[in-house]
């Protein structure tokens, strides 16, 4: 079901330009080794910082994510498989042989999962629009490193 939820969101977003033409990683055609070689081709020079977002996937609020997934206008029978995905997850810690109660888990989404590379993607699709220093940004997680090329700046991994 994962896998037919992630090929449904993508292509709905690949079909309607949804993805920022910024964003790189995870979708295919759009590798971050196609985005340098992109900057090479123009004259680019590439200085890269790198910055840490490992926990990444345990930060995104399941609530934020789905409106976000609602405001791109997916049909109701994907933003349904999206919640089923999401909610009702549950958590609960071991010390010395005794459980905790179960609690329920508001963040993150889980990780190796298929259609977690994808949410995380919608997740921070908009952020480069948002984030203007005069630079073109682009993206892709768990490690960040902060391309400067030329005079623009670009979200890559």
Not at 86 to 109: A, C, E, H, T
Not at 125 to 145: A, W
């Amino acid at each position: 079901m994962e896998s037919v939820i992630r090929d449904s969101v993508t292509t709905h977003f690949k079909l309607n330009h949804l993805f920022c033409n910024k964003q790189f990683g995870f979708i295919k055609g759009r590798s971050t080794s196609l985005q340098l070689l992109k900057i090479l081709e123009n004259g680019g020079q590439i200085n890269v910082i790198y910055a840490d977002l490992e926990k990444v996937f345990d930060k995104i609020p399941h609530k934020r994510l789905i409106s976000k997934l609602s405001s791109y206008g997916l049909n109701k029978e994907l933003s349904v498989g999206s919640r089923l995905f999401l909610n009702n997850r549950k958590q609960r810690v071991r010390i010395k042989g005794i459980f905790s109660d179960w609690i329920p888990v508001g963040s993150g989404i889980p990780q190796g999962s298929l259609l977690g590379p994808i949410l995380f993607i919608i997740y921070i699709n908009d952020l480069v629009e948002h984030v203007n220093y005069g630079s073109d940004r682009r993206s892709k997680i768990d490690v960040l490193p902060l391309c400067h090329a030329t005079n623009n700046t670009y979200f890559a991994a």
